[in-house]
């Protein structure tokens, strides 16, 4: 079946700096990328939708200037999360989908997820 | 807009058992898929099963099965046969026209012994 390869699994940087995180689909083309937040016992909230070669799409309330997201080939996506504070710690999860989405999974894989902490 | 709801906060199931966890939605699009992932404490997100608006039947996919009424808006999943490895976090999630997933906010399901 499909996969996504997410990396770093976990992580932990100081309080200023910059993270990034990286979504890779090893066996098909993810036209479309989707990044989720997700806090403790809570639901996956949607951050951003990108198309490869275009803009994101961020949902209201997600900042685009601290939550970078680059799409730039058909198999990898980036969210780097720039000038990190504690309150940025999560856990960030993303979800590629091919271009018919009548894949495997019905078009939906999930990278493994990447915990942040912000110190 | 879409509306995914999951009014179970937390359910406990004895091993063996079957058990219900409840989704209801709520969409204006005639056409939509609705879908039940189960994410255990590692936190990866794992496709359980699958019920697209026009199918005619009730989808199963193992000890998974999907009560689908589409009149009462609801597709509520059944774990048959319970096991102690299904304990984990339960999302109901629906496609949006823009083809993100909208999750529900979840049930937190243990299974004892």
């Known amino acids: 079946g499909a996969v996504v390869s997410q990396h770093p699994s976990w992580v932990i940087c100081k309080s200023g700096t910059s993270v990034k995180i990286e979504c890779r689909s090893l066996d098909f083309q993810a036209t479309t990328m989707f990044w989720y937040r997700q806090f403790p016992k809570k639901s996956l909230m949607l951050m951003a939708t990108?198309?490869?070669?275009?803009?994101?799409?961020?949902e209201q309330g997600v900042e685009k200037d601290k939550f970078l997201i680059n799409h730039a080939s058909l198999t990898l996506s980036t969210l780097t999360v720039t000038s990190a504070h504690p309150e940025d710690s999560s856990f960030y999860i993303c979800?590629?989908?091919?271009?018919?989405?009548?894949?495997?999974?019905?078009?939906?894989?999930f990278g493994s997820g990447t915990r942040l902490t912000v110190v | 807009a879409q509306k995914i709801t999951q009014t179970q906060p937390g359910m406990f199931v004895q091993e063996k058992e079957a058990v219900t966890l409840d989704c209801t939605y709520d969409?204006?699009?005639?056409?939509?898929?609705l879908f039940w992932y189960k994410q255990p404490s590692s936190g990866e997100m794992i496709f359980l099963i699958y019920?697209?608006?026009?199918?005619?039947q009730n989808a199963t996919e193992g000890r998974y099965s999907l009560n689908f009424q589409k009149a009462r808006k609801s597709a509520n999943l059944v774990i048959s046969a319970s096991q102690l490895g299904d304990s984990a976090m339960y999302f109901c999630?629906?496609?949006?026209?823009?083809?993100?997933?909208?999750f529900g906010k979840g049930t937190s399901l243990l299974v004892t012994p």
């Open positions: 990108s198309n490869e070669g275009s803009k994101a799409t961020y």
């Open positions: 019920q697209g608006s026009y199918d005619q």
């Open positions: 979800s590629a989908r091919d271009s018919e989405g009548t894949g495997y999974n019905y078009g939906y894989t």
């Open positions: 999630a629906m496609r949006s026209p823009g083809y993100a997933l909208n």
């Open positions: 969409t204006s699009d005639p056409s939509y898929g």
